[in-house]
Nanobody
Framework: QVQLVESGGGLVQAGGSLTLSCAASGRDFSGSMMSWYRQAPGKQRELVASVTSEGDTDYADSVTGRFTISRNNVRNTVSLQMNDLRPEDTAVYYC????????????WGQGTQVTVSS
């Protein structure tokens, strides 16, 4: 059974930092894309950052230069270092792991709340 367990959310003042972590278990995650998404109240879920198993990264324009995604293929973990946080970063952040080639899968964590006060 696949499990994605997130941690590290919380309340922080604008300009502060937080690190989110996600531990994946239950299958072989080689060849997968690991990502962080977020969903603010009343808005659609959006991609924040992603990292391939080879270490290639991609970021939403709104977080480029402030957030850093990293991955440990041995421990099957993915982290999101968030610096210079802004009130508009307030959202529930979700870990996602997916593979588009066989075996195909798309797994989600339960979400962790990040609240940035002004």
């Amino acid at each position: 059974q696949v499990q994605l367990v997130e941690s590290g959310g919380g309340l922080v003042q604008a300009g502060g930092s937080l690190t989110l972590s996600c531990a994946a278990s239950g299958r072989d995650f080689s060849g997968s894309m690991m990502s962080w998404y977020r969903q603010a109240p009343g808005k659609q879920r959006e991609l924040v950052a992603s990292v391939t198993s080879e270490g290639d990264t991609d970021y939403a324009d709104s977080v480029t230069g402030r957030f850093t995604i990293s991955r440990n293929n041995v421990r099957n973990t993915v982290s999101l270092q968030m610096n210079d946080l802004r009130p508009e970063d307030t959202a529930v952040y979700y870990c996602n792991v997916k593979r588009v080639l066989f075996p195909v899968y798309n797994e989600w964590g339960q979400g962790t709340q990040v609240t940035v006060s002004s």
